[in-house]
């Protein structure tokens, strides 16, 4: 639509420039020649009509402009509630993530405390292989006693470890959608301004257009009252 425009007003420059060359040859052979004289108010005529033809694209691109002004408005409205959106999960993420690492040394202490050092490593050795899937949760509970201490709830763990998950998967998908959006919104502005520049120069091209008309009508009829 705002190539539509620019070539629009190149043509029409052309065309009035064009128009406006014939009319002054034409003026100065009016006096001498009535043919010349109606040529002289045909060409008036078609400049007149030409002016018209670049008003009416002025308007027509001013009324792009301002379409495409609202929806870049619009995407940008739809841009800052994606970042909202992005916001929210990603605060829901971290604070997943800092109750799950609250959650895991208050899970390895429970109980008895442990004798030793050693214990305590074999305890989260313990923990790990059972999240993995290589031990069961009987060879877990011995391997903590064992150790000296209490098994933690295992199922608590993995509902943790899939509520960390769920939020991981949010704060990821929030953060595309905001590129996505983001993007277009960075399309719609941009377009919106390379119109409205069209539609301003158009209404120039339009007003000079208007003044050339109405001059090209005053030296039409000024020659037909000559005779």
Same mark, same amino acid.
């Given at each position: ?14 065309? /009035? ?5 014939? =009319? ?9 020649? *009535? ?11 078609? =400049? ?41 999960a990603g605060r829901a993420y971290q604070q997943a993530l800092l109750a799950d690492q609250e959650?895991? *040394? ?6 008895? *405390?442990l004798p030793a050092e050693h214990g305590r490593d074999v305890s989260r050795a313990a923990l ?11 060879? =877990?509970?011995? /391997? ?6 209490? *098994? ?6 993995? %509902? ?15 953060? %595309?959608?905001?590129? /996505? /959006? ?14 409205? =520049? ?30």
């Amino acid at each position: 639509m705002v190539g539509v425009g620019i070539w629009g007003l190149l043509i029409a420059s052309c065309l /009035v420039l064009l128009a406006l060359l014939a =009319l002054a040859a034409l003026a100065a052979r009016a006096a001498e020649h *009535p043919a010349d004289r109606r040529a002289l108010r045909a060409e008036a005529d078609e =400049l007149a009509a030409e002016a018209q033809a670049i008003a009416v694209a002025a308007d027509n691109a001013r009324t792009a402009a301002d379409q495409l002004r609202d929806r870049a408005a619009a995407a940008e409205l739809a841009r800052d509630d994606a970042w909202q959106r992005q916001e929210t999960a990603g605060r829901a993420y971290q604070q997943a993530l800092l109750a799950d690492q609250e959650d895991r *040394p208050a899970a390895v202490v429970t109980g008895a *405390p442990l004798p030793a050092e050693h214990g305590r490593d074999v305890s989260r050795a313990a923990l790990t292989a059972y999240r993995r899937g290589d031990i069961s949760v009987q060879q =877990l509970r011995t /391997v903590w006693r064992r150790a000296g201490g209490a *098994p933690p709830d295992p199922t608590a763990a993995d %509902r943790a470890d899939r509520a960390v998950d769920r939020h991981r998967v949010r704060d990821q998908a929030a953060r %595309r959608e905001y590129d /996505v /959006v983001a993007a277009a919104a960075r399309r719609a502005v941009e377009a919106a301004y390379i119109a409205e =520049l069209s539609a301003a120069a158009l209404a120039e091209e339009a007003a000079a257009a208007a003044a050339d008309a109405e001059e090209a009508r005053y030296v039409a009829d000024r020659a037909e009252r000559s005779h």
